[in-house]
Nanobody
C-alpha cells in the first residue's frame, strides 16, 4: 500500500487549506483512513478519521474547523482545513487501518503511512 499526501503550504491565520492523500495498492473502499499531525517538538497525534461507511471522527481541537472526506472512485481522502490557527502548524500524515471493524485511531492501529506534508500557519 502506498500513500501520497499533498496540499500543504504556508498560509495565514484564518485561511483555509485542503490536503489530499491518494492511496494505491489496496481496495480503497474497505479501508479506514486517518490524518495525523506532528507539531514541532511534539508527538504525532490524531486529527481526523473516516471509516468504510463514511463515519467521521475528529480531535477536539479541530472539530467544527476541519472536515475529512473520501472519494472512493479516486482512491483519495481529503482534509478540508478552515479557520487555520498558528497552533495547526505541523507535518500532516495520512494513514491506513486495514482492520475490518473500523479503527481506534491510535498510531499503533495504523498499518501504513504517507510521508507527510508540511502545513505552516503564520499569525
Amino acid at each position: 500500500v502506498q500513500l501520497q499526501a499533498s496540499g500543504g503550504g504556508l498560509v495565514q491565520a484564518g485561511d483555509s487549506l485542503t490536503l489530499s492523500c491518494a492511496v494505491s495498492g489496496r481496495t480503497f473502499s474497505t479501508l479506514s483512513m486517518g490524518w495525523f499531525s506532528r507539531a514541532p517538538g511534539k508527538e504525532r497525534e490524531f486529527v481526523a478519521g473516516i471509516n468504510r461507511v463514511r463515519t467521521t471522527y475528529y480531535a477536539n481541537s479541530v472539530k467544527g474547523r476541519f472536515t475529512i472526506s473520501r472519494d472512493n472512485a479516486k482512491n483519495t481522502i481529503y482534509l478540508q482545513m478552515n479557520s487555520l490557527k498558528p497552533d495547526d502548524t505541523a507535518v500532516y500524515y495520512c494513514a491506513v487501518d486495514q482492520g475490518r471493524f473500523g479503527s481506534t485511531w491510535s498510531e499503533s492501529a495504523m498499518d501504513y503511512w504517507g510521508k507527510g506534508t508540511q502545513v505552516t500557519v503564520s499569525s
